[in-house]
Each structure stands twice: as C-alpha cells, then as structure tokens.
C-alpha cells in the first residue's frame, strides 16, 4: 500500500524564506520515541527471507549498490578497476545485474566517466568539502560545480552539521539550495544533458537524535533534495536500521504533503546480504514498493557486494564458493 | 512487488503422542472414568492429540498427592534446594524453547515468532526470576515471623495451591502460577485450558527431567468440570485463577466462607491513550501491538483506542496504512503476524460482538485480508464512530477489533478511560513527561504503560483494579498470594 493523503497537497516553498518559519515548522514536526523507534526497527529484521524471495532481493539489493571507494590513496588505476566492476559484478554470470552507481572523489570522477559512458550505471560523487563540511560557501559550490563538469550526474553533499546543532536552520538550508543550484548550472550549455541529482548527506551519527534525524530529513528535503544520505562512513557511528526507519517515514509523509518523491540511501556499515534484505524489508513495509526501486533507495556501500555475490551464487549453483572467486576491486 | 516466500517453521522438533493422561504424583495416569477430549490446532482443524478427562475422583487424587509432597517433602524442604529445581525447571525450558514454542503455535494457534520471541523468554524469565526468590522469602518485605505450624523464622507457604489458567498465553499463564506458588514453599494442582493442554503436559514431562520430587506439581486436563471439582476440593488452601469474569465470580461464590485464599485475574477493556502530542508512528505501533498481538487474545489489551480529536484524522490514517502490512496465515510461518483465533467458540463470540458494533451504528474497517478456508479467523479491524454507549466499547471482545473513540481534554481522556467496570490496563502516548505521570495517577489500572503497549517483566506485578480480579501476579508483590502473612 503507497502512501496516500487523504488532505490537500501543501505548499511549503515559502518555508525556507524564513528562519523562524523553519524553526517553527521543524519543531513542530511528532516527535520520535526512540526506544519505539530501536523496537520496531528490530522486529523488521526478525523477517525470514529465504528462496525465491531472497534471490529476488539480492538482485535488487546488487542493483542499488552505490559502490563507493573514497580513499585519499584512490588513484586512477584503483577507480577505473572498481568502475569496471560495477557493470560486470560477477564476470562468470551475465545474468548478475550492474549496481547502481559508483561514487568517487571529484577528482577521480573523469576516470571513472570514460568506464561508464553509456552504461546506465550512474556516476556519484561526493562534493561540498567532504566529509566535514567545514569549508567556506564558495569552494563547496566550486567543488560541485567541478565534479559536475567532469561528468557525475549524482552529487552526495555534506550538510552543515555546525550550523544545524546550533540551531541555524536558515543556513543550513540556503547552502542546499545553493548546492542544487550548483548541480544543474552546468546544464546551461549543455543541451539535453540532465542535470545532477543531489543526495543530501545529513551525518546522522553526529546528529545523535532521533528528532534532529527527522528535523533534518525534512529540511533537506524542503530545500530541494532528491535523495537523503544518512552518513559519509567517516564517522564512528553510520548508518543504522532505526536512523533509516526515521528517514523512511520522513520521505513518506514529505510525499503524502507535497507529492513529491525523494529516495533514501543509508551509507556505511552495511556489509552483508542479511543486512542489506533488512533494509529492504523496511522500506517495503514503511514506504511500499514505490521506493524498491534504484531510482529511490540504494546502500552506500563496497564491500557489501561482494557478500551479494557469493549468497547469489550459493542460492544459484546450490555450493558457497570461496573469498577467491570473486574480485576484489 | 516484494513478496515474502514461506518461511515456515518445521514441526518435526515435536513429538506428538496420540494421546496424553493426567499428570499425578510425577506419573501420567489415566483417569478413573476414562473419559478424554480432543485438543485441535485452530489454524487447521486437525486433531492434535486425544487428552484425558479429569473427574473429581482425579481431582481428588491429585490434590492427595500435593499434600502428601507438601507435608513430606516440599514443603520441609530448604528454600535453597526448592531454588536448584527451579533454576533446573528454567534451564530446560530454555534449553527446549523451540519445541515449546512450535507446540504453543500449533495448538493454540498464535504465530511462531510470537510465541519464539515473547511466550518462551517470559516464561523461563519468570522461573529464573522466582528460583532467586525461593531462599530470600524473609527478604520479600512480609516479615520473617512464623506464622503457620511449621515454625521458623521464614514467611510460610499455604500449603495446596489449585491454578486455573486460560487458553491466551497457556505455558506463560502456566509459569505465572506455578513459579511464585513452588518458590514459597507450596504444591500445585494445575487445570490447563481444554482449548489448550499441550504444552502444560509437556511441561509435566519436563517436571519429570528434572527430578522434580512427585507430588509437587499436578496436571490436571479437562473442561470446566474438571475446574470446579479444583477449586472447590475440601483440601485446597489456596485458589488462583485467570480467565474471564463471570468464571471468576463463581469461583469467588464457591469459596466465600471457606478458609482458601483466592487471587483472580479476570478481563479487561482497556484504554489506550493518544494525546495531540503523541510520537505519531510509535504510538501507531503501540496501538497494533496494543489489540493485534496473540490476536487480541489478551485480558490487558488496548481494545479502546482514545485519541485525541485534534489528531484523530491523522493517527487513523497512518493506522490504517499499517494495518494493511499485517501479515495474516500459516501460524509456523515465521513472518506471520496474526494467527488463528483459539477456537470456534471464541471466533463466534468475536463475530457476535462486531455485528453489535456494526449494528448500533459504528463503522467496521478491516485492510484487504485473505483468510484461509480451513481453522478459525478473523481479520484486524477497526470500528470509528464509537461511542462509550456502544455495547463493543464497553464489552471485552477478546479479538483483534479495536474500538476508536475520540476525546478533546485530557480530563476527557482519564474520565472515558476510567467509565469501565474493568481495570486491568492502560496506555498513554504523550512526549510529555509531566502529562504521563498526571494521566496515570488518575487512571484507575492495574499496569500503566507509558509510550509502550504490552511489555511484561517477571519484576513487574500485574493485576487489577475493580471487576479485572484482585491480587498481583509477578515480582515481589507476587509471593504475597502464596504465602501465609
């Protein structure tokens, strides 16, 4: 069942003309009850996916991986050998789907655009002084602008956590803005090229709470962005069950006011077949399968797909094959 | 489309005998006039086992041999020693947690994960918990004076306790009675449920591994003969009973005047508390847990829903939106969420309660459900429009229906909540801490959950106020009905 509103469609562009026209909005979002929250996340993970089910959701769970290298050893050599992976997983069976997108540096993304021109497989990059954040205005929208230019047509920026614990919404939703503008200014010229989708990376682990999660959720989302990211994988604490549970219900009700669709890609962490088909069990049951979609949900993640692989092939040829058999990008 | 393939839980981990006799004296016998019944398993209809009739000439034996182990063995016996069979008892259940488990969804019909993940921890929770309490008893805040004729300087047991349990939660309600009576010193003579006797003779087996002496714990099977032969035998200290009220009233009548001490734990209806400030999809979740766990099989269930009218619109949607992710089936299947009504009684029951509701004028919804052809169901449901008039607001349904009424003050909410001859529970959603404490010290409930619904702890007593029976079961509080003090 998809998220239905059963009021009128609400206009809430004027929102972030205003500080305290945010802050009102935000704080007046329910609260999260956190260990209702951790309790119902658990009893989505106690589902029991096996057979034909859990072939099914490994192909979709292969399709959604964001595979991510963000290293500062990353060379081109090492992106170019993890973009070739991403559109052929599993090089001894073609039926294996590519995963979604490959998420690099800016500097690496030309590298990685010669690899994947034409394919279909998308090209993210991380942008807006990742992972801190704590750069001026100016070089964030520069470093946009540049990874855009080289040809990502996906942008993971980082909010300003600074300015959100502070309590500085206005900020914090202007710079979004700002961003997004930054993605599609390089549309300009360039005809019949889409411009870039921004996935908002909100830090949930340095957001700490439930009610900053869904504050933030419904900020980024207010300002224009086309995905929410819980985590840069560069803090102790990424992305969890509940944190995505939270972001999950923003995104549906976002929708159910405004009739707009954002996606949800938790980062970091995830890194076997049984958690990602949790996640996937939780946004079937939060948001329905309008959202069991690439378009709309994907893990941040690299070496979660190698353990897709080997459950694929364990569930196909009936024997776990060893580490050795798959590549290691 | 993401479907769930069946995921079902295997039943070979149990081993079914054709047919079961009463547990007396550490044997299982037959009964003198050889009569039985048959136990079914609601999801399908088929015929489980063949159970034994238990008569008064059983009774009577049974409660013989509980006094015999009283006066001879237990009830001299050391709390310490009474602990080591106890922490036995608790370890073996554990150990045999699955069997149980898989035994409970079969004959009673509530889901496997159900009775995996709540009945069996619970109930090895509530044995370990009272072990400890055996060899502490002068430290449970009832004085260390002797009272009975065996003197010491410990609070002393009854003596012979006879226990009627309900068919809701068979092995929990089972492990409710039988732990505090044996930590205090007593022995039991125990009726399960005629709808649902597996896992208490499995239980029995269980006595018996772990050298259990005989006499100590009892099984009788049967219907509610058999229960009146219990609770009205001559040489019954003790009567504790679970189930519905007006059973309860006649076991009060049948022992007014004598010298056994009674404790019930009778029906309930009640409210469950969504202020305009409420964490919206956790209380969503609290009002599912509330009336759909085990079915809405359970005396504490949040069966009216008060929510507060400013936010009615909005709460019923997201329920709604929720309940229609409810899984209804196969109760082994691992991913089911509501199972099996216990019995064909019971589901007439529900269908007679919700065709009132409906009749009177309130509206009935349930999200599109398949039910299977074969066993006893019924889908969640909701009725809006309710009002405290409304024969479903004020009857306890025992069913997954949930009756929604609206209020606009919280003095509104404590006022509609209390207007129940029961009171047995209560649960209030509210982000506000001081609005929590307010509310419940006006409610007149045994248990107030605040931001939870139906979360139950061996330390916790249980109990309730008005026509939902008195004395607590569970914690320290929980002793107080097995001893003499």
Redesign the interface.
């Given at each position: 069942?998809t998220?239905t509103?059963?009021s009128a469609r609400s206009d809430l562009s004027e929102l972030g003309r205003s500080e305290t026209a945010l802050r009102t909005f935000l704080h007046g979002l329910?609260?999260?009850?956190q260990?209702?929250?951790e309790?119902?996340a658990a009893q989505l993970g106690?589902?029991?996916?096996?057979?034909?089910?859990?072939a099914?959701?490994i192909d979709?769970a292969i399709r959604m991986v964001d595979l991510t290298t963000l290293e500062g050893a990353d060379t081109p050599g090492k992106v170019r050998a993890l973009a070739a992976k991403a559109l052929r997983p599993d090089p001894a069976d073609p039926s294996c789907p590519h995963v979604g997108a490959v998420c690099v540096y800016p500097s690496m993304v030309p590298y990685v655009a010669e690899v994947l021109r034409g394919s279909g497989v998308h090209l993210a990059s991380v942008a807006t002084s990742f992972p801190s954040g704590q750069a001026p205005l100016e070089i964030k929208l520069a470093d946009t602008r540049a990874a855009v230019e080289a040809g990502a047509d996906e942008i993971d920026m980082v909010i300003n956590r600074g300015a959100f614990l502070a309590g500085r919404y206005a900020e914090v939703y202007d710079e979004i803005v700002a961003t997004k503008e930054a993605c599609g200014s390089a549309d300009a010229g360039r005809q019949g090229r889409p411009r870039a989708h921004l996935k908002v990376i909100l830090e949930t682990g340095e957001l700490a709470t439930y009610d900053n999660v869904r504050r933030a959720s419904w900020l980024a989302m207010l300002a224009g962005a086309d995905f929410i990211k819980t985590s840069t994988g560069k803090v102790p604490v990424a992305a969890t069950l509940p944190v995505t549970l939270v972001m999950l219900?923003a995104v549906r009700d976002f929708r159910a006011a405004t009739g707009r669709q954002v996606g949800v890609k938790p980062a970091g962490g995830i890194k076997t077949t049984k958690d990602a088909i949790k996640y996937?069990?939780m946004v079937?049951?939060t948001v329905g399968?309008d959202w069991?979609h690439p378009d709309w949900f994907r893990f941040g993640a690299s070496s979660l797909l190698n353990d897709l692989l080997m459950q694929r092939t364990k569930l196909t040829t009936g024997v776990y094959a060893g580490p050795d058999y798959f590549t290691l990008d | 489309?993401?479907?769930?393939?069946?995921?079902p839980e295997s039943r070979s981990v149990v081993d079914l005998k054709p047919s079961y006799g009463l547990f007396i004296d550490g044997k299982f016998v037959d009964p003198a006039d050889g009569g039985s019944f048959k136990s079914i398993n609601p999801a399908s209809e088929e015929v489980l086992a063949e159970i034994a009739e238990g008569g008064a000439q059983d009774v009577d034996r049974a409660v013989r041999a509980a006094r015999k182990a009283y006066d001879k063995v237990w009830g001299p016996m050391p709390g310490r020693d009474r602990a080591k069979y106890l922490f036995r008892i608790a370890r073996i259940i554990q150990e045999r947690s699955r069997e149980l488990a898989v035994l409970e969804s079969l004959d009673n019909g509530k889901p496997i994960?159900e009775s995996r993940?709540v009945d069996l921890p619970l109930v090895a929770a509530h044995f370990f918990y009272y072990a400890g309490w055996a060899d502490k008893l002068e430290y449970a805040g009832f004085g260390r004076r002797p009272t009975s004729q065996h003197s010491g300087a410990y609070p002393q047991p009854l003596g012979v306790a006879a226990q009627v349990i309900p068919w809701n939660f068979p092995l929990l309600m089972l492990a409710w009675k039988i732990a505090p009576a044996l930590a205090a010193g007593n022995t039991v003579v125990l009726k399960p449920a005629e709808t649902t006797p597996l896992t208490a003779l499995l239980f029995a087996e269980i006595c018996q591994q772990a050298d259990l002496p005989a006499g100590v714990v009892n099984i009788v099977t049967g219907a509610g003969e058999t229960g009146r032969a219990l609770v009205e035998h001559a040489d019954v200290d003790k009567v504790a009973f679970t189930g519905s009220t007006d059973v309860g009233r006649a076991i009060a009548r049948a022992v007014a005047g004598s010298r056994k001490k009674l404790t019930l734990e009778l029906g309930g209806k009640a409210a469950n508390i969504v202020f305009d400030?409420?964490?919206?999809?956790?209380?969503v979740?609290?009002i599912v847990n509330g009336i759909f766990f085990n079915q809405g099989h359970v005396c504490c269930a949040g069966s009216r829903l008060l929510v507060q009218e400013s936010v009615a619109?909005q709460v019923l949607?997201s329920l709604k939106?929720r309940m229609?992710?409810l899984r209804l089936g196969d109760p082994l299947d691992?991913?089911t969420d509501i199972g099996a009504i216990n019995s064909a009684a019971q589901l007439s029951r529900i269908r007679e309660l919700t065709e009132a509701g409906a009749a009177e004028g309130a509206q009935q919804w349930s999200?599109p459900c398949e039910l299977p052809e074969r066993g006893f169901w019924f889908a969640p449901t909701i009725f809006t429009g309710v009002t405290q008039a409304h024969r479903i607001a004020r009857e306890e349904i025992f069913g997954p229906v949930l009756s929604v009424l609206t209020f606009r003050t919280p003095a509104e909410a404590v006022e509609k909540a209390n207007n129940t001859p029961y009171g047995l529970s209560a649960g209030i959603w509210t982000?506000k801490g001081s609005r929590i404490l307010w509310t419940a010290d006006r409610l007149r409930a045994g248990v107030v959950w605040a931001?939870?619904f139906n979360k139950f702890d061996p330390t916790s007593p249980f109990g309730g106020y008005k026509e939902s029976g008195y004395g607590r079961e569970g914690g320290r509080h929980g002793l107080e009905a097995y001893l003499n003090v």
């Open positions: 069942m998220a509103a059963t329910p609260g999260v009850d260990v209702g929250a309790q119902r106690t589902r029991s996916i096996k057979t034909t089910a859990k099914e959701a979709l219900e996937l069990v079937n049951e399968p069991l | 489309m993401f479907e769930y393939a069946p995921a994960k993940d400030d409420a964490p919206v999809d956790q209380a979740e609290g619109e949607e939106r229609a992710q691992k991913n999200p982000e931001n939870t």
